[in-house]
């Protein structure tokens, strides 16, 4: 049995039953044979309320094969450090890179055989780009410290690859694996009328996400739209940026912020909507996403995600991220009748159901953890 302790970095929410850590959910879910999960988190959730319900410093049963502990923050450092000592783990699987305390503190402090750094996305050129300088110094102080020569990095693509070899070169040890879906059966589409649309988004509140971008881009639309926008405010700033634009589309545009929703909900919404949308700034893997397409619900997104070429399967769009051609491409579907819809339906959970081997990820995550 091989024991994988796993850290996840403040900034991120707290991992939970039915929480927003859905790549890390999904790990568990489906690869767990002969394998004993540690989670290492804080107790806070995306807004950095505390949970509640829930017991911290201190491990606490997930199911058979997963423990969490739910730090308070006090003393992270120590707890870290002993518990991977009494726990003795395999594998040290560190999720992301800018925390001193679940990042950083255990690459250096914490004696493990196998060491792996998940990047998670977080050096692609989009992701670097938001809090700058903060990112820079972190980086920097992986190099100073010579961290990235004595561990392995977790690729979930080829294209994350480059961006880890960007960064710190050719001779990165870097292990590829990709995400693990959740993946939604069918649903039936709500009738469709032409001149008429649905819109969903089912995302996190920030830059990142583009939600502003897709709001603006609603402004000289003829068509009727309904648009209904699903996750947490991640920044509060930019979400009244969000309410701004709102309050200027006309009146043949109706936007419905939803708030945050729990994963058993999330079948409804889809089920509500003709298309999704996320024109995402970029995306490691955008489980939002891929949960649509396999629902049948055809994408708006950008080419910054691995969800490309969906135009060809007819799966969805792909968008530049500028107004005009999402405008174009919301206009596209809310022209659409229903039966032509119900073909760009089948073709998003064909296109799902092609584009992943669970197979092949397994045996990926395998070679990874050595199993």
């Known amino acids: 049995m091989k024991k994988i302790f796993i850290t996840i970095p403040w900034f991120l929410p707290a991992f939970r039953a039915g929480g927003p850590i859905q790549s890390v959910a999904n790990l568990v879910k489906e690869f767990n044979e002969d394998v004993e999960y540690y989670i290492f988190c ?30 308070a923050g006090r ?25 001193w305390h679940f990042n950083i503190t255990p690459l250096l ?27 820079k110094l972190f980086l920097h102080l992986f190099k100073i410290l010579r961290l990235h020569r004595s561990i392995y990095f977790h690729a979930t693509d080829n294209n994350e690859v480059e961006h880890i070899q960007k960064h710190f070169g050719t001779a990165a040890k870097i292990c590829i694996a ?12 709500p009738k469709k009328e032409a001149g008429k649309l649905r819109l969903v988004s089912i995302a996190l509140i920030s830059p990142m996400k583009n939600i502003l ?6 402004q000289n639309l003829q068509e009727s739209i309904r648009y209904e926008i699903y996750g947490p405010i991640k920044d509060e700033n930019y979400f009244e940026n969000c309410i701004t634009q709102i309050k200027k ?53 950008s080419h910054f995600t691995p ?49 992943i081997d669970i197979g092949k990820i397994g045996n990926e995550y395998r070679q990874m953890f050595a199993l």
Not at 54 to 68: A, H, L, R
Not at 263 to 271: C, E, F, T
Request: proline content about 4%; glycine content about 4%.
């Open 213 to 218: 971008l897709a709001l603006e881009a609603l």
């Open 109 to 135: 402090f914490c004696k493990v055989p196998k060491k792996i750094l998940s990047v998670r996305g977080m050096l692609h050129p989009g992701a670097v780009s938001q809090k700058r300088l903060k990112k």
């Open 178 to 189: 990709g995400n693990f879906p959740a993946r939604i059966e069918i649903l039936p589409l």
């Open 42 to 71: 804080s107790n806070k959730d995306l807004d950095q309320s505390t949970l509640s319900n829930i017991s911290t410093n201190t491990w606490t049963n997930y199911n058979s094969y997963t423990k969490i502990w739910y730090s």
């Open 249 to 301: 589309l006309p009146s043949n545009v109706s936007v419905y912020i939803k708030g945050e929703i729990s994963p058993v909900k999330i079948k409804m919404a889809l089920s509500d909507a003709h298309v999704f949308i996320l024109p995402s700034k970029s995306e490691n893997f955008g489980h939002a996403i891929y949960e649509a397409l396999s629902a049948g619900r055809p994408v708006i997104t």
């Open 307 to 355: 969800w490309n070429n969906l135009e060809t399967s007819h799966a969805g769009i792909n968008v530049n991220i500028e107004e005009t051609t999402i405008a174009k491409a919301i206009t596209h579907f809310a022209q659409m009748s229903n039966e032509e819809l119900l073909d760009w339906s089948k073709g998003a959970a064909d296109y799902a159901r092609a584009v």
């Open 75 to 99: 003393n992270i450092l120590n707890d870290l450090k002993a518990e991977i000592n009494k726990t003795r783990p395999d594998v040290l699987y560190i999720i992301g890179i800018y925390d």
